[in-house]
């Protein structure tokens, strides 16, 4: 169950639907005792009553309800990207991927540094790293060596912010390295497939 929440597939938790869930039932209970006090004052006119609050109080529950569900299919405002910490940015990514096509996995265990690693069904891989710089952080856990004549994975470091000069010199050396920065990004965000914003066919294959 965890791991299907943490892969963005489980739905949403209680405590998101909470608040619609309590917007319903007082909207159900109002509605019973306006109709009920109604009658009893106007007769069958107050029958209208019902109508009138359903017409007030849908539209508000199904607004409330929009962006999480927004979320869930891979669609964020730029906004809702920005909040994001790196983890959150991780399951927004994941998603993403998803809206795309891919076939996305989060490994378990760094939080700190979460990855994200995708397959699509067109052949390509894709192992998705958050940082604010190109090259690999002195901390940062090796990655295995890909299968001798295997297509290497596209390796994407994800920044919300602008990638230096230096950075962009570093990845342009290497075959598999693609840089997503924060402009990038949003457009991905708002619904622009990844394969428009970034080159998945370059990588090599592995020595």
């Known amino acids: 169950m965890r791991l299907l929440r943490a892969q963005g597939r489980y739905g949403p938790r209680f405590r998101e639907v909470l608040p619609a869930l309590t917007g319903l039932a007082l909207a159900v209970c109002g509605t019973v005792a306006a109709v009920t006090v109604a009658h009893r ?50 399951l927004a990514v994941a998603r993403m991927l998803r809206r795309d096509g891919w076939t996305v996995r989060l490994p378990p265990g760094d939080h700190v540094r979460p990855r994200v690693r995708a397959r699509h069904p067109r052949g ?13 952080l002195p901390d940062e856990e090796p990655r295995p060596v890909p299968r001798t004549g295997a297509r290497a994975p596209v390796r994407l470091i994800v920044h919300r912010g602008d990638f230096g000069p ?3 010199r570093w990845a342009s050396g290497r075959a598999n390295i693609r840089l997503l920065d ?23 294959e592995a020595d």
Do not use: M, S
């Open 41 to 90: 004052t106007l007769g069958p006119a107050a029958l209208a009553a019902p109508a009138l609050l359903c017409a007030l109080t849908v539209p508000f529950l199904l607004q409330r309800r929009r962006p999480a569900a927004r979320r869930r299919r891979g669609r964020y405002t730029e906004r809702e990207i920005a909040d994001l910490d790196t983890k959150g940015l991780a």
């Open 124 to 136: 390509h891989r894709l192992e998705v790293a958050f940082r604010p710089v190109a090259e690999p």
């Open 166 to 168: 230096r950075d962009r």
């Open 182 to 204: 924060g402009t990038l990004l949003r457009r991905w965000a708002d619904g622009a497939p990844l394969d428009e914003l970034i080159d998945l066919d370059a990588a090599g």
